[in-house]
């Protein structure tokens, strides 16, 4: 197994942990985030499961059903966090409106529901999906409201709009071209993958750790 | 040569890097976005704590003025006007007339100072009458003393200007340099002149007193100019001081008006 892989899906599980104490602790939004991990992990442990069992297991499609979710949650925990009430509409209403368009690409382009489409990725639907959280999490990056006393290296939301900036904005040209790069050339495809897709989003869950780290209230007690 | 699947191979690392490094700059230009903005809450934080601050100093010296003015002035005039009613000999109505007369007098001067003290009872809100009144309004009090020979000319029509605040923190610095006249100076003659001319407003207080040499920066006396100067600069004006001992000194602010 890529050692990659395995960095990633530690790291998966140390933040999935990290947001289930955070919203514990009082950081009522980070619940969106338990909810994206866990089901992210759960995803990532089924295929690699299955894969194991059955190097022909067609796992695909699962990730075709898995994206509209994580769009959901990325957009709810955006609601949460943002303060724009104007922005904050438009994306209440993009979440049914991709969900739709989501499962019609995966359906009517990739034809999921039938070998080999069943064995694709949805690179289209992630790359559309990155664009658009790209340009919330933007928009969040500098809607951010810091304490005077703070930096704002010290606000959750800088991390995860940076981490999510990162990753969406680093996997766009691969995922654009990842269907047509992958008939032409598989070996070089998978060799990208693990050089740009897997370090991606090892930075998108480490800034996300760092993000929780900030996002737990330091509670000091003094006895006397 | 290089085939097409290099090229595609190559051309998608190339992209990706390329996107990396637009992420890199809308995150730096958010940086630079935020730490302006926090410098500018920081200055606008700092602006309505010297507001504040001036606003109760102007209050305070508001209050001191009058209590020196209750005991001093109306407090004189009130026991002259008891003494007076006390010495009333009624037998003799010539001599009572007279002295009445003079309780009257003496009555209705004490009427017109209470009315002056309620006038400045306002405090700040003098300030909001425009600030050539307000100084001319503080002079008058100065003036009352009989210590200080005042000249106060009003050159060039002064704007009325919709920032009240920035009156206020000018008129605490006028009363910070004229007590510093009154408490260190040993001054007989303060000349003020404010001006108008080209869109800036320049207040210059110039005194006869014993002047200081402005090297010494240290101490309370070092402190007040900087406090002046920090005031001045909040409304993004400047502060000229020109001292030289035994020939008295000369305090301009220039501030951007209205």
């Known amino acids: ?224 | 040569m290089v085939d097409t699947k290099q090229e595609i191979y190559y051309f998608i690392i190339i992209a990706s890097v390329f996107f990396l490094l637009l992420v890199a700059i809308i995150i730096i230009t958010a940086l630079l976005y935020h730490s302006r903005k926090r410098i500018h809450q920081i200055e606008v934080s700092n602006f309505q704590d010297i507001l504040l601050q001036s606003q109760y100093e102007v209050q305070e010296q508001t209050m001191q003025t009058i209590g020196t003015d209750l005991h001093d002035n109306i407090g004189q005039l009130l026991s002259l006007t008891a003494l007076t009613l006390n010495s009333i000999e009624l037998d003799n109505e010539a001599k009572s007339r007279q002295k009445i007369d003079a309780a009257i007098d003496l009555t209705v001067r004490s009427i017109k100072e209470l009315r002056l003290l309620g006038k400045l009872l306002q405090g700040d809100q003098l300030v909001v009458s425009g600030l050539p009144e307000a100084i001319r309004y503080e002079i008058t009090w100065l003036e009352k003393s009989g210590k200080y020979k005042v000249n106060y000319i009003d050159e060039g029509d002064v704007p009325e200007t919709n920032n009240a605040d920035k009156d206020l923190i000018l008129f605490r610095v006028m009363q910070e340099i004229l007590n510093n006249i009154i408490k260190h100076a040993q001054a007989t003659e303060i000349d003020i002149r404010l001006t108008y001319s080209e869109l800036h407003l320049q207040l210059q207080i110039k005194d006869n007193g014993i002047g200081f040499t402005i090297d010494e920066k240290g101490g309370q006396h070092g402190m007040g100019l900087k406090n002046m100067q920090k005031r001045a600069a909040i409304i993004g004006g400047e502060v000229y001081i020109e001292s030289t001992p035994g020939a008295g000194t000369s305090i301009t602010i220039f501030i951007p008006y209205p």
């Open chain 1, 1 to 224: 197994m890529n050692p990659f892989y395995i960095v990633y899906l530690g790291l998966l599980f140390i933040t999935l942990l990290l947001s289930g104490y955070s919203y514990i602790v009082g950081v009522k939004k980070s619940v969106y985030l338990v909810l994206l991990l866990f089901s992210t992990l759960a995803v990532e442990l089924f295929v690699t499961y299955k894969f194991n069992q059955n190097k022909h297991f067609a796992f695909g499609f699962i990730y075709h059903l898995f994206n509209p979710v994580e769009y959901t949650f990325f957009c709810l925990y955006y609601l949460r966090a943002s303060n724009v009430s104007k922005f904050k509409t438009l994306v209440k209403y993009s979440i049914p409106v991709y969900i739709t368009l989501s499962l019609c690409i995966s359906f009517f382009i990739y034809h999921i529901d039938v070998m080999p489409g069943k064995n694709t990725l949805p690179a289209i639907n992630i790359d559309i999906e990155g664009f658009i959280l790209f340009i919330y999490y933007t928009h969040l990056l500098f809607t951010l409201n810091i304490d005077l006393k703070k930096h704002i290296y010290g606000h959750p939301d800088f991390w995860i709009s940076i981490g999510v900036m990162i990753f969406y904005g680093g996997t766009f040209v691969f995922l654009g071209l990842y269907s047509f790069h992958f008939k032409i050339n598989l070996n070089q495809t998978l060799k990208l993958f693990s050089a740009i897709d897997l370090p991606l989003n090892i930075i998108l869950y480490s800034c996300i750790n760092v993000g929780l780290i900030w996002s737990i209230p330091n509670r000091k007690y003094i006895i006397s």
